[in-house]
RNA sequence: GGUCCCAUCGUCUAGUGGUUAGGACGCUGGCCUCUCACGCCGGAAACCGGGGUUCAAGCCCCCGUGGGACUACCA
């Protein structure tokens, strides 16, 4: 056995923003370095160029970035290793392992639809394979693969798989354009890049095969392979817009947490007991590919939303607060008082499954005037209310206890003098000072609100019900 | 069609020949309670089917069935 450092890639396409599936191929690539203190490498799949975008590139790295995701060299751009991949190209066709064929790509689409239709094969049928062709205009490269044999894959996650040599196809390597198609960039350059362990999603395992052949004919070692089990949607299908958000980023926007989505991630198709929720540090410590499943896992949003609603509930204070305020800030609230944003944060974070809704439930503290949902003042700003309303806004500037425990035994008292129960008095104020029937805990409201605010607003409401409604 | 992969509650999963098949999300009954949450206690809910192997199979083998991936001058 060799104790070669473990290094690893994560080489997505940039033709679109980073989606749950590349997220969680990304993760495990990660987890699985920063186990094994290895190098993590970044690299750019960007030989399509029609399809491929700066922008993409750009957000691919944001989404990385919010995840926590940091990589040890690059990011790479594989179309800027072009001259690398011809050389090699070149290479094989000197040692006779490549050929030019001059075949057009509407020659082959008719073979091919002949072939389904006759139920043969649709692989290349080797036309050029033996003309000892030369380059010309529109010529394309191909691998020449070997039609017998066996090719194993020894995939870490998966166990041994082999595969019939005469399934291989004598792929394209290189396109009339003069770049490398991706079954061969990725060989040239997971193998110049020194890559050890190959992590990626399942979809590339009738790949591998190609691959290997592909490294052999290189003359370089193959690295070692795993390839993880896709992300399907509700439907079982291939996870995609259809089933909701997919991208990253989507996520943050939704007021989720990175630590939850990455939480959320790594349970998917991995496991350690019964453990559900993971520091990262305890993730790089019990990562294991053995312990990655086979099967494909359903994504599943509620589950994701509770464990958004964990996070946020453990999230150290201040870094909750940080992290809600652009979402109060969107609202156009005035926040340059932050210890009382903190404040309210606090009040709010067990009741709170999103950041969004964290937001949407506090904003009673920071709007000027207070926005009456008109059921609940029906209900509560009445007479029948106001009674208790005007004694606690008479009281409060003589309550020395300002605080939570004060403020309940403030008000059990008054209930009980006034012959009602705390819950009418709590329900009563509770819309005065927020307009809503639901709030945090009444006498939390009162402390973060303040004394003045809270008098401010029970005299309003008591003017509403003056003026009759 | 061919090749390859996969198969435990609705979902994510634990399980590695002998278990009342465990946990989590969701659903649900109750408790707590100033509302809503949080929290706590309880419930319903699964080994795809058929053959083997074995004293014994969710775990091993085979065959079905079902799902998925690939089958591009995309990655």
Known sequence: MTYKKVRTRFAPSPTGFLHIGGARTALFNWLYTRRHEGTFVLRIEDTDQARSTEESTRAILDAMTWLGLNWDEGPYFQAERVNIHRVMVQKLIDEGKAYYCICTPEELEAKRKKALAEGRKPKYDGTCRNRGLARSPGSVVRFRCPEVGMTIVRDLIKGNISFNNEELDDLIIERADGYPTYNFAVVVDDAQMGITHVIRGDDHVNNTPKQIRIYEALGCETPLFGHVPMILGSDKARLSKRHGATSVMAYQEMGYLPEALVNYLVRLGWSHGDQEIFAMEEMIREFSLEAVGKSAAVFNPEKLLWLNQQYIMSYPGERLAEVVLPFWEKRGFDLSNRGYAAKAVSDLRTRAKTL??????????????????????????????????????????????????????????????????????????????????????????????????????????????????
Not at 406 to 431: H, M, S
Request: charged residues 30%.
């Open 356 to 469: 969004v809704e964290l937001a949407d439930a506090g904003a009673f503290f920071f709007r000027e005037e207070v926005d009456y949902d008109p059921e609940a003042a029906a209900k509560f700003l009445t007479p029948e209310y106001g009674g208790h309303l005007q004694v606690v806004a008479e009281r409060i500037p003589a309550v020395e206890d300002y605080t939570k425990d004060g403020l309940e035994a403030f008000l059990r008292a008054l209930a009980e003098e006034r012959g009602t129960k705390l819950k009418w008095i709590a329900q009563a104020l509770r819309v005065a000072l927020t307009g809503k029937t639901v709030s945090p805990g009444i006498d939390e409201v009162m402390v973060t609100l303040g004394k003045e605010r809270v008098i401010e607003r029970i005299r309003l409401a008591l003017a509403r019900i003056g003026a009759g409604g």
